[in-house]
C-alpha cells in the first residue's frame, strides 16, 4: 500500500482519510534537522540583558526557553497527530540576542527511519513561546516573527535554506 494518496499528501491514505505514514520497510539512516524560530524584542526586554540573558524571577529567559524547547522536541509526537515516536540521539537549543531579535536554533539528530524536521521546528517554536511568556510581564509588544526549517540530511531529500 502506498504511503500517499492520490492528492500526494503522505498523511492521507488512498480514501482520503488520516493515516500514519507506514515506515515498516525504510532503513535506519542518520538524519539531523536544523530549524529557527526568531522572536522581536522590543527595548523594555532588550534593556533587562546582562551578560547572555535576562534574568527573572523564574529564572534566566534563554536558559529556560532552551530547556523548554528541549523538552519539546522530546514530546513532538504527543503535540503533532500523525508524527512518529523517534529516539533523539541530541537536540541542541542555542539562543542568541541579534540587534532586535532572539534567534533560536534547534539541532535534532537521530538514527532512524524518519525524519526529525518536527523535532526541530517544535523545539524551536516553543523555545520561542517561553521567551514571550517569561518577558510578557515588561512588554506584549513582542513578535515571534518566523520559525522555518533551515536544513535536513539523512533522509530521501536533503534540504538546505
Known amino acids: 500500500m502506498s504511503n500517499e494518496s492520490s ?3 503522505s498523511h492521507l491514505n488512498e480514501s482520503g482519510q488520516p493515516a500514519m505514514v507506514d515506515i515498516s520497510g525504510k532503513q535506519d539512516t542518520y538524519r539531523i534537522a ?3 524560530s526568531r522572536v522581536y524584542l522590543p527595548e523594555p526586554v532588550r534593556a533587562q540583558f546582562t551578560g ?6 523564574k529564572g534566566g529567559v534563554f536558559q529556560t526557553a532552551i530547556i523548554a524547547g ?6 513532538t509526537p504527543e503535540l503533532i497527530p500523525l508524527c512518529h515516536t523517534l529516539l533523539l540521539d541530541g537536540c541542541d537549543l542555542q539562543i542568541q540576542l541579534e540587534g532586535e531579535e532572539a534567534i533560536i536554533r534547534c539541532t535534532v539528530k537521530t538514527n532512524g527511519k524518519t525524519g526529525v524536521e ?4 517544535t523545539g524551536a517554536s516553543v ?3 517561553t521567551i ?30
Open 70 to 75: 528541549i523538552m519539546a522536541a522530546k514530546k
Open 7 to 9: 492528492s500526494g499528501f
Open 132 to 161: 514571550y511568556d517569561m518577558c510578557k510581564a515588561l512588554t506584549q509588544e513582542m513578535i515571534i516573527r518566523e520559525t522555518k526549517l533551515i536544513s535536513k540530511t539523512g533522509g530521501k531529500h536533503d534540504y538546505s535554506k
Open 34 to 36: 536544523v530549524a529557527e
Open 127 to 129: 523555545a520561542a513561546l
Open 118 to 121: 518536527m523535532e526541530a521546528l
Open 52 to 57: 547572555q540573558d535576562i534574568q527573572t524571577r
